[in-house]
Structure formats: C-alpha cells, structure tokens
C-alpha cells in the first residue's frame, strides 16, 4: 500500500484544524475585501461650515449624508478622470477580489474531508498541491489588498498635516472602510500562512510514514528464492 495512502486513512487531527481554519480565514477575508470595495467610506469629511452634512469618498461613488439620515450618492463619471490613487485602488481591489476568490475555490477541494481528486493515482499529492496553491493565492491577495489601503492611508496623514492648506479648508479623515480594508489583508495573510502550514506538516508526515515490507510466500516443496546479494 503506498504511504499516501496510509496518511490519507488516518490523518493528524492538528492538520485538519489548519486546513479548516486556513479556508474560514480565507473565506471571511473574501468577504471583509468585497465590503471594502463596495463601501463609500474609504474617506470622511465633516465641516463646521455644514454641520448638518457629511461627505464620503469611496471607490465608485461619492455620498452626501445628512444629518437627518439621507444618503445622496453619485457615481464617478468616468473611469479616466478618476484621481490616480482612487484609480490605483480600484484595480488592486478587483484583481485582490479574483486572487482571494481564486484561493478559496482550489483550498476547499484541498480538505481532507473533502472528496476530490477521486481516482488519482496518488490523491494525498493532488490535495496538497491544491492546497498550497490556493494559500500562496491568499498571500498574494492579501498583499495587493494591503497596498491600496495603506497608500490612501498614507496620502491621508499627509494631506491632513499639509501646512501650506489653510486650517479653515476641511479635510479628509480615515472612514470604516480602511479599517475594514486592514482587517481583510491580515485575514488574507493568516488563511495563507495555515495552508501552507498545513501543506508542510503533511508533506513531514507523508516522509516519515512507515513502509510496509511485501511478505513473500514460499510454496510448499519449493526453496525459496534467493535474491543476488545473497550469492555474494
């Protein structure tokens, strides 16, 4: 029986948490990157000028809130007359959105209770590969969601301290979906560090896995077969 095999029928239930836990991040991740594309509160500005109205910056609209709780949200006219870094944005965005959903398509077959990958010759290594696969996607979308987020962060913290702007002109602060955007990153990174764990810890098992030694039966009446180191 090959040793792939073996671990396959009984596997480390420390393996199994990674895995579980690797697609929970994974998944949760995908959800915190899409609500941080889809919201309208990368950016906040309130003014003493209004105080009855607040303005909010997102990706594809901008939103004027009243205080009475009306929302008026208009979209970006053009893709071209977009701001370099809310351009920037929104492209990291959507290529982190396919690269996460990506990961998390090829890591759930990869589950040891999943099954798939049924009728290869050696099903543990097509589980493995899918997995990590899927867990370097989660890395990559974890870093291109980090980018966009902490640039706009940054420009932020320095337009907010920019000294030439007179203190009478409003300025923009840091709204929920930053945050939101932070927290899907490190989810990104945390999902793909287990997988890949998980990937090496079976790929250590899978080396120290025991083989068994074929018997040989030897028929009545007949000597057994000697093996060439034996006329040596």
């Known amino acids: ?11 480390d239930p420390s393996i ?6 690797g697609v929970f991040f994974s998944v949760a991740a995908w959800l915190c990157s899409l609500a941080t594309t889809l919201m309208s509160t990368w950016l906040t500005l309130s003014s003493d000028l209004l105080p009855t109205e607040s303005f909010e910056l997102g990706l594809w609209e901008t939103c004027v809130v009243q205080d009475l709780g009306s929302v008026g949200c208009r979209p970006y006219n053009s893709l071209l007359g977009l701001p370099p870094d809310i351009k920037l944005a929104r492209i990291l965005m959507c290529v982190t959105l396919a690269a996460g959903l990506l990961g998390v398509l090829l890591a759930i077959p990869g589950l040891h209770v999943v099954n798939s990958c049924h009728g290869q010759h050696r099903d543990l290594s097509c589980k493995r590969a899918m997995k990590m696969v899927g867990g370097l996607l989660c890395v990559v979308a974890g870093i291109l969601g980090l980018i966009p987020v902490s640039y706009i962060a940054h420009l932020t913290v320095v337009r907010f301290f920019d000294e030439s702007v007179p203190e009478v002109v409003p300025r923009w602060e840091f709204g929920d979906a930053l945050f939101c ?4 990153g490190v989810l990104h990174l945390v999902a793909g560090t287990l997988l890949l764990t998980s990937c ?3 790929h250590k098992e899978t080396c120290n896995a025991p083989v068994p030694i074929p018997l ?3 028929q009545p009446g007949r000597p ?6 034996e006329y040596v």
Do not use: F, H, N, Y
């Open 1 to 11: 029986m090959d040793p792939d095999t073996l671990i396959g029928a009984v596997m």
């Open 16 to 21: 199994e948490a990674l895995e579980l836990s």
């Open 181 to 184: 955007g932070w927290t899907a």
């Open 200 to 202: 090496l810890c079976l």
């Open 216 to 218: 040989v039966r030897v």
């Open 224 to 229: 057994p077969i000697k093996t060439r180191s």
